[in-house]
Each structure stands twice: as C-alpha cells, then as structure tokens.
C-alpha cells in the first residue's frame, strides 16, 4: 500500500471515529454503574504516556518458546507487558501460548516463518515468510502482527519494501541482554541492566531458560528504578513510523 493510500486511510479511521455511532447511542441496554473496584481496575489499566514516565520495552524473539508459559506467569504477576516477535513454525506448534499473549496485552510481532536472513532472499520468498506467520497468528489468537523484525535483524531496501506491503514498520533492539549468548541468570541481568535507558527495546528470547527463570528479579530491578516495562509500539508512538521504516534506525539508513 501507497504510504499516501494508507495516511488516507489513517485519516478515515479517524474520522470515523469521532463520529459518534448513532446506532450505539440508540441501544437501549443499560449501562451499570461502575462499582468502585471496576474504577480502581480502569484506573489500572490506563494507557503508559512514555512522555510522562520511564518506559522500556522487552522483547522477545523466536517463540513462542517452551518456557513462555512461566514467562508469561511472571509478567502477569508484575503487571508487566511484552512483545514478542513471533516464528510462524513455533505459532503453528504452540497456539496456546499466542491466543494468552494476546489475551493478556502483550504485543506481537512477526520474526519470519522459519527464519531465514531476509537479505539472501527474492521478495515473494520474504513475502511467503512474513504471509505464512501473520497467518499463523491470526490462527492462533484472532489478531494479525503489525510489526515485523527481520531474523538476525537483517534489512535491506528490499526487505523495507516488502515490509511496507505489508503496512509494517521494522523494529529492531536499541541493545540486546545477550541472553542467547551467555545463558546466564546473573550475566542477563547484568547486561540488560547495564543497558536499560528510557524508551530502550531491549532484545531477548523465550526459549533461554535462564531469561525466564531470572525475570522475576529482573523486572523487580527494573520496576524499582522507575521504569514502566509497556510495548513496542507504547515506546515508538512518538517516531511516527511510516511502513517499511527502519527503528532504531541501522547504519546507512535514511527513512
Ligand atoms: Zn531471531
């Protein structure tokens, strides 16, 4: 889609949306009060302003991995979100994990169908990649990725151009926790320390166990230290991503 095409069709959404539904309005249902519980719940659950706090997005690629189950435990536990950047094979293989991401407001994301280096492959190659997972996903958890992350975050002008077919920008890492590496509780949470600034996207992986097992302390330190840990998407609001741009931006790039 044409970047104009689809600012139009932002401009419609939104104009659509600020008419009220005369419909809606017409529907006699009655609506309950709100008991004080319900509040303190929606007060909860207001939207993060980045611009207001100190936001960091974790995220979490190649899963669901087999460990995303306590991941995820540990994240609804701490009241904290996520995303994860989704291989189609391990969606097809482990539904359930996707449908509770969803469910529970993690974001995610598309990272290939059997990761392959985007780079070193003709557009209907990536395109097959990136349709299969989307596919997967909807499967699984009735909503389609709005992000893509290229394996090994490997881009090129081609990949961009694909991604923008696909209305979606490219998300990359502002630092890596270099779990896949160390595999190494204090290591991890050492690294990701070192490395969480505000807005930081910080990449990790759901199959290191030693990424889950340390998250709990992890994200104590984190939320100790004033950070809110939100979504992608929460803590990119502010770039005005187009489709097929490039965050944070690799070297050489201009979008
Ligand atoms: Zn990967």
């Excluded at 189950?69 to 950047?85: I, N, V």
């Amino acid at each position: 889609m044409s970047r104009q095409k689809s600012s139009l069709l932002a401009i419609a959404a939104v104009t659509v949306a600020l008419i009220p539904g005369p419909a809606l309005a017409a529907t006699p249902t009655p609506t309950p009060k709100p008991t004080a519980a319900a509040a303190k719940t929606a007060a909860k659950k207001a939207p993060v302003d980045c611009e207001q706090v100190k936001c960091i997005a974790l995220t979490f690629d190649d899963g669901p991995g087999k460990y995303a189950g306590t991941l995820l435990d540990t994240l609804k536990k701490y009241d904290a979100k996520a995303t994860f950047f989704l291989e189609g094979q391990y969606v097809k293989a482990r539904p359930a994990y996707v449908k509770r991401m969803a469910k529970e407001g993690h974001e995610l994301g598309n990272h290939s169908y059997t990761h392959p280096d985007f780079t070193k492959l003709e557009p209907a190659a990536i395109r097959n990649e990136i349709q299969k997972t989307q596919d997967e996903v909807k499967k699984a958890a009735g909503v389609e990725p709005k992000l893509l992350r290229p394996p090994y975050g490997l881009a090129d002008i081609q990949v961009s151009e694909v991604a923008a077919e696909f209305d979606m920008p490219i998300i990359l890492w502002t630092a890596g926790s270099r779990d896949w590496d160390t595999k190494n509780v204090d290591a991890i949470h050492k690294q990701t320390l070192a490395v969480a600034q505000q807005d930081s996207i910080i990449l990790m992986h759901d199959w290191v166990k030693q990424t889950v097992d340390g998250m709990p302390a992890l994200i104590k330190t984190l939320q100790a230290k004033g950070f809110h840990l939100v979504t992608v998407s929460d803590v990119v609001k502010r770039q005005n991503l187009e489709p097929g741009d490039a965050f944070p931006l690799p070297e050489g790039w201009q979008n």
